[in-house]
């Protein structure tokens, strides 16, 4: 596609159950990240994948966060066992390689809300 | 990683100049320097990067010190649409602070 696409837009979940979040990165990006991003505040990093390395993990807030990227294109960021505090925009990026000299680009993101 | 420093915040009037003076004292010599910039409700998008000197787009221009301890953004003559959060980068990973909220006024 043109740009980073993110699937749903809107997710409105109870508290416990799981989500999945999806992200299609613009075609031939080797690189992927996703961020969340709390009403007002900047963005926190939460991990990225480059190219069929080990993908940085270190932002990931707890063990009940987790992401895959098949293929290394499409990813999907899954929240288990959803808590109220996970109620963010969820962004996903991509570049064409990995590092800040390169540009990424950015979805529109998903709005996560946990009731 | 490369500790980024901005304001919080600036006010400008439409037709002004406004520079945003980022500090990176601990930039790495491989580390480049990039501005993003997000509207409400959007992810950010990228508006400029350099090395070193002078870098000039048909949006900003970047201003980096030989040192290269600090840089500087600046958007000439903004307008309404200019309001926005803009975020300062340095490093191997695509790390964002707080970033500075510009609010443009008429």
């Known amino acids: 596609g043109a740009g980073v696409s993110q699937s749903p837009s809107n997710k409105v979940t109870e508290k416990g159950k799981d989500v999945e979040l999806r992200c299609d990165p613009i075609s031939g990006h080797t690189a992927l990240y996703w961020y969340r991003q709390s009403l007002g505040q900047g963005l926190e990093f939460l991990i990225y994948?480059?190219?069929?390395?080990?993908?940085?993990k270190s932002g990931l807030p707890s063990d009940r966060f987790s992401a895959e990227r098949t293929g290394g294109s499409v990813s999907t960021l899954t929240i288990q066992r959803t808590q109220q505090e996970d109620s963010a925009v969820y962004l996903c990026?991509?570049?064409?390689?990995?590092?800040?000299?390169?540009?990424?680009?950015f979805g529109q993101g998903t709005r996560l809300t946990v009731v | 990683l490369a500790k980024t420093t901005q304001p919080i915040s600036m006010d400008s009037y439409e037709g002004q100049e406004v520079n945003i003076t980022c500090s990176h004292n601990?930039?790495?010599?491989?580390?480049?320097i990039t501005w993003y910039q997000q509207f409400p409700s959007q992810g950010p998008r990228f508006i400029i990067q350099g090395y070193k000197t002078k870098v000039t787009n048909e949006v900003a221009s970047l201003f980096i010190p030989a040192d290269r301890k600090s840089s500087t953004l600046s958007l000439p003559r903004v307008s309404l649409s200019d309001t926005a959060v803009y975020y300062c980068l340095v490093g191997p990973r695509l790390s964002f602070g707080a970033g500075t909220t510009v609010t443009v006024r008429a």
């Open positions: 994948f480059q190219g069929n390395s080990a993908p940085d």
């Open positions: 990026a991509s570049s064409y390689n990995w590092g800040v000299d390169t540009e990424a680009f």
């Open positions: 601990n930039i790495a010599t491989n580390d480049y």
